[in-house]
Nanobody, 119 residues
Framework: QVQLVESGGGLVQPGGSLRLSCASS????????MGWYRQAPGKQREVVAT????????NYADSVKDRFTISRDDAKNTVYLQMNSLKPEDTAVYYC????????????WGQGTQVTVSS
């Protein structure tokens, strides 16, 4: 099981920026896909952005395209989510996710970090 530790959440005004970090306890190259998900109160968890570790491809939810960027630092086994032009509707708990395939797919999750966008 991969341990994932998120950091970087907080309170920010509309239009502001935050950068979330997700540090993996294992080599990032042991993971197939890493991503960020979020869950707002009363809503289902939804995917925000994902990156394929060995292919390098990225995907974004339509609601965050051109505002959020997922990136990684392989030496630190860390994935980031740079969030710009934040909106109140971005308010949610953000979770880091790691998907691995070892005969079957498995999911590991971080503990979540709160992002609140409010004036």
């Amino acid at each position: 099981q991969v341990q994932l530790v998120e950091s970087g959440g907080g309170l920010v005004q509309p239009g502001g920026s935050l950068r979330l970090s997700c540090a993996s306890s294992e080599s990032i190259f042991s993971i197939n896909v890493m991503g960020w998900y979020r869950q707002a109160p009363g809503k289902q968890r939804e995917v925000v952005a994902t990156t394929t570790i060995h292919g390098g491809g990225t995907n974004y939810a339509d609601s965050v395209k051109d505002r959020f960027t997922i990136s990684r630092d392989d030496a630190k086994n860390t994935v980031y989510l740079q969030m710009n032009s934040l909106k109140p509707e971005d308010t949610a708990v953000y979770y880091c996710n790691a998907k691995r395939y070892r005969g079957r797919w498995s999911d590991d999750w971080g503990q979540g970090t709160q992002v609140t966008v409010s004036s």
